[in-house]
T-cell receptor
Framework: ETGVTQSPTHLIKTRGQQVTLRCSSQ?????VSWYQQALGQGPQFIFQ???????GRGNFPPRFSGLQFPNYSSELNVNALELDDSALYLC????????????????FGPGTRLTVL | DQQVKQNSPSLSVQEGRISILNCDYT??????FLWYKKYPAEGPTFLIS?????DKNEDGRFTVFLNKSAKHLSLHIVPSQPGDSAVYFC???????????FGAGTQVVVTP
Protein backbone atom coordinates (compact mmCIF):
# COMPACT_ATOMS: atom_id res chain seq x y z
CA GLU A 1 0.00 0.00 0.00
CA THR A 2 1.65 3.23 -1.13
CA GLY A 3 1.20 6.48 0.75
CA VAL A 4 0.26 9.91 -0.55
CA THR A 5 2.92 11.38 -2.79
CA GLN A 6 3.26 14.90 -4.13
CA SER A 7 5.36 16.43 -6.87
CA PRO A 8 7.41 18.42 -7.20
CA THR A 9 8.98 18.75 -3.76
CA HIS A 10 10.06 22.33 -4.30
CA LEU A 11 9.18 24.89 -6.93
CA ILE A 12 10.21 28.48 -7.60
CA LYS A 13 8.03 30.71 -9.78
CA THR A 14 7.73 34.40 -10.48
CA ARG A 15 4.74 36.64 -9.97
CA GLY A 16 2.10 36.28 -12.68
CA GLN A 17 3.13 32.77 -13.70
CA GLN A 18 0.98 29.68 -13.47
CA VAL A 19 1.80 26.50 -11.55
CA THR A 20 0.49 22.94 -11.42
CA LEU A 21 1.04 20.75 -8.38
CA ARG A 22 0.35 17.03 -8.39
CA CYS A 23 -0.87 14.56 -5.82
CA SER A 24 -1.11 10.80 -5.95
CA SER A 25 -3.67 9.44 -3.51
CA GLN A 26 -3.18 6.52 -1.20
CA UNK A 27 -4.24 3.33 -2.91
CA UNK A 28 -8.01 2.83 -2.74
CA UNK A 29 -8.81 6.40 -1.69
CA UNK A 30 -11.41 8.35 -3.70
CA UNK A 31 -11.33 11.75 -1.99
CA VAL A 32 -8.59 14.36 -2.14
CA SER A 33 -8.36 17.60 -0.19
CA TRP A 34 -5.85 20.38 -0.78
CA TYR A 35 -4.50 22.70 1.88
CA GLN A 36 -2.23 25.74 1.86
CA GLN A 37 0.13 26.20 4.80
CA ALA A 38 1.79 29.60 4.97
CA LEU A 39 4.85 30.04 7.15
CA GLY A 40 3.98 29.99 10.85
CA GLN A 41 0.34 29.12 10.23
CA GLY A 42 -1.76 26.00 10.16
CA PRO A 43 -2.98 24.45 6.92
CA GLN A 44 -5.93 26.26 5.28
CA PHE A 45 -8.53 24.23 3.37
CA ILE A 46 -8.54 25.08 -0.35
CA PHE A 47 -10.96 22.52 -1.82
CA GLN A 48 -11.90 18.89 -1.88
CA UNK A 49 -12.56 16.52 -4.77
CA UNK A 50 -14.68 13.41 -4.56
CA UNK A 51 -15.01 11.07 -7.53
CA UNK A 52 -13.75 13.76 -9.93
CA UNK A 53 -16.17 16.48 -8.77
CA UNK A 54 -15.40 19.45 -6.53
CA UNK A 55 -16.97 18.76 -3.14
CA GLY A 56 -16.54 21.99 -1.25
CA ARG A 57 -14.21 24.94 -1.35
CA GLY A 58 -12.56 27.16 1.22
CA ASN A 59 -12.01 30.90 1.03
CA PHE A 60 -9.70 30.92 -1.97
CA PRO A 61 -10.13 32.89 -5.23
CA PRO A 62 -11.07 31.21 -8.54
CA ARG A 63 -7.47 31.35 -9.76
CA PHE A 64 -7.01 28.31 -7.51
CA SER A 65 -8.50 25.39 -9.40
CA GLY A 66 -8.22 21.65 -9.30
CA LEU A 67 -8.82 18.39 -11.07
CA GLN A 68 -9.26 14.84 -9.96
CA PHE A 69 -8.60 12.06 -12.45
CA PRO A 70 -10.30 8.66 -12.83
CA ASN A 71 -7.42 7.05 -10.92
CA TYR A 72 -8.16 9.59 -8.12
CA SER A 73 -4.87 11.40 -8.48
CA SER A 74 -5.26 15.16 -8.41
CA GLU A 75 -3.83 18.47 -9.56
CA LEU A 76 -3.90 21.90 -8.02
CA ASN A 77 -3.51 24.77 -10.48
CA VAL A 78 -2.80 28.32 -9.48
CA ASN A 79 -2.95 31.10 -12.09
CA ALA A 80 -1.54 34.62 -11.90
CA LEU A 81 0.73 33.79 -8.98
CA GLU A 82 1.10 36.36 -6.24
CA LEU A 83 3.83 36.71 -3.64
CA ASP A 84 1.38 35.60 -0.91
CA ASP A 85 0.91 32.27 -2.67
CA SER A 86 4.32 31.25 -1.34
CA ALA A 87 3.50 28.37 0.98
CA LEU A 88 3.60 24.64 1.55
CA TYR A 89 0.79 22.97 -0.37
CA LEU A 90 -0.49 19.76 1.17
CA CYS A 91 -2.83 17.20 -0.25
CA UNK A 92 -4.68 14.62 1.81
CA UNK A 93 -6.54 11.56 0.62
CA UNK A 94 -9.27 9.54 2.25
CA UNK A 95 -11.91 6.96 1.41
CA UNK A 96 -15.49 8.20 1.36
CA UNK A 97 -18.18 5.58 1.69
CA UNK A 98 -21.89 6.34 1.74
CA UNK A 99 -21.33 10.09 1.84
CA UNK A 100 -18.92 9.95 4.72
CA UNK A 101 -15.20 10.48 4.38
CA UNK A 102 -12.89 8.86 6.87
CA UNK A 103 -11.81 11.96 8.71
CA UNK A 104 -9.48 10.03 11.00
CA UNK A 105 -8.00 8.16 8.07
CA UNK A 106 -7.17 11.22 6.01
CA UNK A 107 -3.54 10.77 5.02
CA PHE A 108 -1.39 13.75 4.15
CA GLY A 109 1.42 13.90 1.65
CA PRO A 110 4.73 15.62 2.45
CA GLY A 111 3.75 18.74 0.55
CA THR A 112 5.13 20.93 -2.23
CA ARG A 113 7.02 24.03 -1.16
CA LEU A 114 6.14 26.84 -3.59
CA THR A 115 8.16 30.04 -3.59
CA VAL A 116 6.90 33.00 -5.63
CA LEU A 117 9.47 35.72 -6.36
CA ASP B 1 -11.49 34.56 10.26
CA GLN B 2 -9.54 32.11 12.42
CA GLN B 3 -12.09 29.66 13.81
CA VAL B 4 -9.54 27.40 15.50
CA LYS B 5 -6.88 28.96 17.70
CA GLN B 6 -3.80 27.64 19.39
CA ASN B 7 -2.51 30.49 21.47
CA SER B 8 0.76 28.90 22.59
CA PRO B 9 3.24 28.80 19.72
CA SER B 10 5.70 26.72 21.72
CA LEU B 11 5.96 24.42 24.70
CA SER B 12 9.06 23.00 26.37
CA VAL B 13 8.68 20.01 28.68
CA GLN B 14 11.02 17.60 30.40
CA GLU B 15 11.08 13.97 29.38
CA GLY B 16 8.71 11.95 31.54
CA ARG B 17 6.52 14.92 32.46
CA ILE B 18 3.09 15.79 31.12
CA SER B 19 2.62 17.95 28.03
CA ILE B 20 -0.64 19.89 27.84
CA LEU B 21 -1.60 21.54 24.57
CA ASN B 22 -4.61 23.81 24.34
CA CYS B 23 -6.95 24.76 21.54
CA ASP B 24 -9.98 27.07 21.35
CA TYR B 25 -12.63 27.28 18.65
CA THR B 26 -15.35 29.74 17.83
CA UNK B 27 -17.72 27.81 15.54
CA UNK B 28 -20.31 25.89 17.58
CA UNK B 29 -21.21 23.88 14.46
CA UNK B 30 -17.94 21.93 14.61
CA UNK B 31 -18.74 18.35 15.53
CA UNK B 32 -15.41 16.59 15.23
CA PHE B 33 -12.01 17.55 16.56
CA LEU B 34 -8.60 16.12 15.81
CA TRP B 35 -4.97 16.49 16.75
CA TYR B 36 -2.21 16.08 14.20
CA LYS B 37 1.51 15.85 14.69
CA LYS B 38 3.96 17.17 12.12
CA TYR B 39 7.67 16.56 11.74
CA PRO B 40 9.78 18.74 9.43
CA ALA B 41 9.57 17.74 5.75
CA GLU B 42 6.63 15.44 6.41
CA GLY B 43 2.89 15.89 6.15
CA PRO B 44 0.74 16.03 9.29
CA THR B 45 -0.08 12.62 10.76
CA PHE B 46 -3.27 11.88 12.63
CA LEU B 47 -2.84 11.45 16.37
CA ILE B 48 -6.20 11.31 18.11
CA SER B 49 -9.74 12.60 17.66
CA UNK B 50 -12.92 13.25 19.58
CA UNK B 51 -16.53 13.59 18.58
CA UNK B 52 -18.59 16.44 19.99
CA UNK B 53 -20.81 13.91 21.79
CA UNK B 54 -17.90 12.91 24.03
CA ASP B 55 -15.79 14.84 26.50
CA LYS B 56 -12.76 12.59 26.66
CA ASN B 57 -10.92 10.16 24.42
CA GLU B 58 -7.82 8.23 25.38
CA ASP B 59 -5.29 6.36 23.27
CA GLY B 60 -2.20 5.16 25.05
CA ARG B 61 -0.17 8.13 26.21
CA PHE B 62 -2.52 10.59 24.49
CA THR B 63 -5.78 11.93 25.92
CA VAL B 64 -7.98 14.59 24.38
CA PHE B 65 -10.48 16.52 26.48
CA LEU B 66 -13.36 18.51 25.03
CA ASN B 67 -15.25 21.24 26.89
CA LYS B 68 -18.07 22.26 24.56
CA SER B 69 -19.45 25.00 26.77
CA ALA B 70 -16.05 26.70 26.80
CA LYS B 71 -15.34 25.76 23.16
CA HIS B 72 -12.01 24.41 24.32
CA LEU B 73 -10.07 21.23 23.85
CA SER B 74 -6.77 20.03 25.15
CA LEU B 75 -4.31 17.27 24.42
CA HIS B 76 -2.43 15.60 27.25
CA ILE B 77 0.69 13.56 26.55
CA VAL B 78 1.87 11.45 29.48
CA PRO B 79 4.71 10.69 29.81
CA SER B 80 6.39 12.94 27.27
CA GLN B 81 9.17 11.35 25.23
CA PRO B 82 11.91 12.90 23.06
CA GLY B 83 10.20 11.51 19.94
CA ASP B 84 7.18 13.65 20.78
CA SER B 85 9.13 16.77 19.78
CA ALA B 86 7.14 18.08 16.81
CA VAL B 87 4.54 20.66 15.83
CA TYR B 88 1.05 19.75 17.01
CA PHE B 89 -2.00 21.02 15.18
CA CYS B 90 -5.53 21.12 16.49
CA UNK B 91 -8.18 20.75 13.78
CA UNK B 92 -11.96 20.80 13.63
CA UNK B 93 -14.54 19.79 11.09
CA UNK B 94 -18.26 20.13 10.52
CA UNK B 95 -20.08 17.27 8.90
CA UNK B 96 -18.72 14.06 7.55
CA UNK B 97 -16.37 15.13 4.77
CA UNK B 98 -13.24 15.91 6.74
CA UNK B 99 -12.79 19.48 5.51
CA UNK B 100 -10.55 20.56 8.31
CA UNK B 101 -9.99 23.93 9.93
CA PHE B 102 -6.56 23.99 11.58
CA GLY B 103 -5.03 26.03 14.34
CA ALA B 104 -1.61 27.63 13.88
CA GLY B 105 0.18 24.85 15.72
CA THR B 106 2.26 24.46 18.87
CA GLN B 107 5.92 23.51 18.67
CA VAL B 108 6.66 20.98 21.42
CA VAL B 109 10.23 20.36 22.53
CA VAL B 110 10.84 17.50 24.95
CA THR B 111 14.16 17.87 26.75
CA PRO B 112 16.10 15.05 28.43
Amino acid sequence: ETGVTQSPTHLIKTRGQQVTLRCSSQSGHNTVSWYQQALGQGPQFIFQYYREEENGRGNFPPRFSGLQFPNYSSELNVNALELDDSALYLCASSLAVGGRAGTDTQYFGPGTRLTVL
Amino acid sequence: DQQVKQNSPSLSVQEGRISILNCDYTNSMFDYFLWYKKYPAEGPTFLISISSIKDKNEDGRFTVFLNKSAKHLSLHIVPSQPGDSAVYFCAASRGSWGKLQFGAGTQVVVTP
